[in-house]
């Protein structure tokens, strides 16, 4: 079933971000350019299978709507927990799906980076590495996975955001005169600000296309190839 043309837009928009230790759903109305948050529903981490399509529902009654009264999804597709990028994208594909919704996907470093106003935004990636950004919401930018040594071989932005503590560490490692700006973690409403002249102007991605942006391989992959080490907590 294809999505609705593309073009300016204007209607309701959902939002899905499942990428976190937590994670939200938000809904808001596109009109002139312009976006107006209706609500939004944070998700408790490791609960999203079970939760997000509920919430998602309860955004829609709030607002005395349907499914088929959404114009577009906008979904964070990574970088994440793999987990909770793959309910994301699950959810937003068998909802483009069925309705016949167009879908924009966005990083969630870049959402960060926008929420935060900071040229370069960082992620924890676990077992010692970062997701980083470098670049500005709204400008190509270049993301990558990387340790504190590897950080340590780039030239450092002139700040980075980040909203947990892990990061922090590693960039005090790596880059320790670097000043870091804390902030919140990104959200659902985060991504809908971000995204809204992307809506406006109908940037969808095929659904055939969509994909998850990992950043990292899975474990199964790199703990499957033979004489891989074994796996640490």
Sequence with gaps: MSARPQGTRSGLVLAIDTCGPSGSVALAQLAGGQISLLREI?????????????????????????????????????????????VGLSAAKG???GASLPVLPVSRLEVLAFKAAAP????????????????????????LLAD??????????????????????????????????????PSAADALRLCTPRLAAGEFRDLALLDGHYLRRSDAEIFGEPGAPPRSA
């Design 42 to 86: 944070e998700l408790a981490g490791r609960t999203y299978s079970a939760t997000l399509i509920a919430s998602i529902g309860e955004l829609l009654a709030a607002a005395g709507a349907q499914l088929a009264d959404l114009n577009s999804i906008v979904v964070v597709n990574g970088p994440g927990s793999f987990t909770g990028v793959r």
């Design 120 to 143: 370069a935004a960082a992620l924890d990636a676990h077992r010692g590495e970062v997701f980083l950004r470098i670049g500005e919401a709204g400008e190509p930018g270049r993301e």
């Design 95 to 97: 909802l483009a799906e």
């Design 148 to 185: 504190a040594s590897e950080l340590a071989s780039i030239i450092p932005p002139a700040t980075v955001a980040v909203c947990d503590d892990r990061s922090a560490k590693i960039f005090e490692q790596a880059w320790p005169a670097l000043p870091l700006i804390r902030s919140a973690a």
